[in-house]
């Protein structure tokens, strides 16, 4: 049993993740940070519903709706911001920080969007605004890439980071599902919030690799500066057709720098089936990363979910414990330097096509034509499903790489000609 004088804990927040950041703390979890460290110790938990029913049973007094009791109490040393939301999320951290508090947040959307005037405000006043919960659930990266990496410099990250996301379009493939059955299913598992917009729109994984550029590029990047696109309007023909082609749609993420700049872009894509990536599926994220010195990186796990959610939080706690130095955006600080951020436009890949058309002769030299005279070279072309009623037919084209601007181009060109009945998919497929 330690007795160095304890550390007092207030908590923002008794959700899914604060219920069980409680029980830890009431597990003793707050003591395992080793000889000398000061244990961590419950004081207060902030709710909006006092009389909602809870998972977890707190000493009396502990629970409170007054924000003022946890932020202003003078024994508070650390506070563990768990209620999710720029607001007022953003203005209790940086009432923590200015009285003098350690701050460990599992919100991405704050960091995301104020991180680059909270994460200064932190090092001046001489406290820690830590965030390894905000990226990947239980996966370690924010740490990893702050500490143990930061001889490297950093030339890619790729991943899945959002697990709401990532459970949907595994069924979809599997079972050949339609989005919104998937959706349906999902949300009564306790998987998908009851307005899912910020997952599958694709804002989480926006949120989330920016926080991931700053620290591993010091890249300061405005949440309109991730090209973004999420999965709601894929179909499951998608699925079906990827897969004859030895490919499967994930919801990308990732951040490579690209000539003199950085691009940053969440979107749906094809992953070839047999590389790593295409089988990480479910709720499971992983993280991608590129160093010069070491190479590739793989960090593979728990995206989501109270415990795993939980094991990042405490990471963090039991580091200020310890009383150990570590800054999460430590790039910025020590390198000063202004990463400049490259637009999508600018992005080469081979794409996938899939076009409704007329079945009749002549449709494919029309097409052909259009691309030819916009630089897309055609690696393959095969008709799938095809509608006799109608005289329609799915034609799926994979180009070699080819620009992003062009394609946009392109395929505005092509949603006019007569013979096209509609642009049914553009999907940029993931080079390996
Ligand atoms: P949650 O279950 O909705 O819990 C939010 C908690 O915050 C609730 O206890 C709520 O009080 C309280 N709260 C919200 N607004 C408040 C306000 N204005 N004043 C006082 N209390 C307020 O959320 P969660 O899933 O635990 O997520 C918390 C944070 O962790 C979010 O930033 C989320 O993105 C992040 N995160 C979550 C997961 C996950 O698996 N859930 C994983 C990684 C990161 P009541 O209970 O009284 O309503
Ligand atoms: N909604 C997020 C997800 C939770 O589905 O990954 C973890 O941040």
Same mark, same amino acid.
């Given at each position: 049993m330690s007795? @160095?004088?304890?550390?007092n804990v207030g908590l923002l927040g008794l959700g899914v993740v604060g219920s069980a950041v409680a029980a830890g703390l009431l597990e003793g979890r707050g003591n395992l940070a080793g000889d000398g460290a000061r244990p961590l110790v419950l004081k207060r938990a902030l709710v909006r519903d006092a009389?909602?029913?809870?998972?977890?049973?707190?000493? @009396?007094?502990?629970?409170?709706?007054?924000?003022?009791a946890v932020l202003d109490d003078p024994d508070i040393d650390i506070i563990v911001e768990v209620m999710g939301g720029e607001q007022p999320a953003c203005d209790y951290i940086a009432r923590a920080i200015r009285s003098g508090k350690h701050v460990v947040t599992a919100n991405k959307e704050v960091l995301c969007k104020r991180g680059d005037e909270l994460l200064p405000m932190a090092e001046r006043h001489g406290v820690r605004l830590l965030h390894e919960a905000s990226v990947g659930g239980g996966i370690p990266i924010i740490g990893p890439l702050s500490s143990d990496l930061l001889a490297n410099r950093i030339s890619s990250i790729r991943a899945i980071i959002n697990g709401t996301?990532?459970?949907?379009?595994?069924?979809?493939?599997?079972?050949?599902?339609s989005f919104d059955d998937v959706l349906r299913e999902a949300q009564k598992l306790g998987y998908a919030e009851a307005d899912p917009s910020a997952d599958v729109e694709g804002w989480d994984a926006a949120y989330k690799i920016a926080v991931l550029a700053r620290v591993a590029f010091g890249a300061s990047v405005p949440l309109d500066r991730v090209y973004r696109e999420g999965i709601v309007s894929l179909q499951a023909q998608e699925f079906r057709?990827?897969?004859?082609?030895?490919?499967?749609?994930k919801l990308l993420a990732a951040a490579r720098r690209a000539g003199d700049g950085l691009l940053v872009r969440v979107h749906p894509a094809l992953i070839p089936s047999d590389v790593p990536m295409a089988k990480v599926d479910g709720v499971l994220n992983v993280v991608e990363v590129e160093g010069?010195?070491?190479?590739?990186?793989?960090?593979?796990?728990?995206?989501?979910?109270?415990? @795993?959610?939980?094991? @990042?939080?405490?990471?963090?706690l039991l580091r200020i414990a310890r009383g150990a130095e570590i800054r999460p955006h430590a790039r910025t600080g020590r390198r000063g330097d202004k990463v400049k951020l490259a637009p999508m436009a600018n992005h080469e890949c081979k794409y996938y096509f899939r076009l409704v058309c007329k079945d009749r002769p002549g449709v494919l030299a029309r097409i052909a034509g259009v691309l030819g005279r916009?630089?897309?070279?055609?690696?393959?072309?095969i008709q799938m499903d095809?509608?006799?009623?109608?005289g329609?037919?799915?034609?799926?084209?994979?180009?070699?790489?080819?620009?992003?601007?062009?394609?946009?181009?392109?395929?505005?060109?092509?949603?006019e000609l007569p013979v096209v009945a509609r642009v049914a998919a553009v999907l940029r497929v993931e080079g390996y």
């Open positions: 007795t @160095a004088q304890p550390l009389k909602k029913k809870r998972p977890v049973r707190l000493p @009396a007094r502990t629970l409170t709706t007054d924000p003022s996301t990532n459970y949907i379009l595994t069924k979809m493939a599997r079972e050949g599902a057709y990827a897969a004859t082609l030895g490919y499967t749609i010069d010195l070491v190479g590739p990186l793989w960090f593979q796990g728990r995206g989501a979910g109270p415990q @795993a959610t939980a094991s @990042a939080v405490f990471g963090d916009s630089k897309i070279s055609i690696a393959s072309v095809a509608d006799a009623e109608k329609e037919a799915d034609l799926v084209i994979m180009t070699h790489p080819s620009l992003e601007r062009s394609v946009q181009r392109a395929m505005k060109e092509i949603s």
